[in-house]
């Protein structure tokens, strides 16, 4: 019986640990998004598009991040078009973790019914690569 106790714990170590990753850096993402207010000063941050003058498909996202946490959607938007959804989805995450964290089941099961089928993430992973295509095309 305590063999398979130990087991059912060794299990749960893994789970935990990535529960725990993705807490502490999600909650650094945010409050970064909430303190920090970037400028339009042209500043890259994004290290594909400093290395190749390209934009990468998540350009634009960590000054979108900070335009949400600051309550300014539309400003978001303009930066990334998918900002917004991810966020959502990275606050959904963040809260899994959370719960998962404080063995709160019934929540953690709730938001694991958030989580989209995989047709919808390739629907919205192609959205993604059409965005890039076209944003490479006309140069925004």
């Given amino acids: 019986m305590q063999a398979a106790l130990n087991q059912s714990e060794a299990g749960s ?47 634009g996202m960590t000054r979108a991040f900070s335009a949400i946490a600051h309550g300014e959607l539309w400003r978001a938007v303009r930066y990334n078009p998918f ?21 709160w089941h019934g929540a953690r099961a709730a938001l694991s019914r958030l989580r989209p089928s995989g047709l919808l993430a390739n629907v919205l992973l192609l959205m993604v690569m059409l965005w890039w295509i076209t944003r490479l095309a006309i140069g925004i």
Avoid: E, K
């Fill in 13 to 59: 170590t893994p789970a935990r640990w990535q529960s725990w990753v993705l807490f502490v850096g999600l909650t650094a993402i945010f409050a970064v998004s909430a303190l920090w207010r970037p400028s339009d000063d042209g500043t890259i941050l994004c290290l594909f598009r400093a290395l190749t003058g390209y934009p990468c498909p998540g350009c």
């Fill in 83 to 103: 900002s917004p959804l991810l966020f959502l989805a990275g606050v959904a995450v963040w809260a899994s973790a959370a719960a998962t964290l404080l063995h």
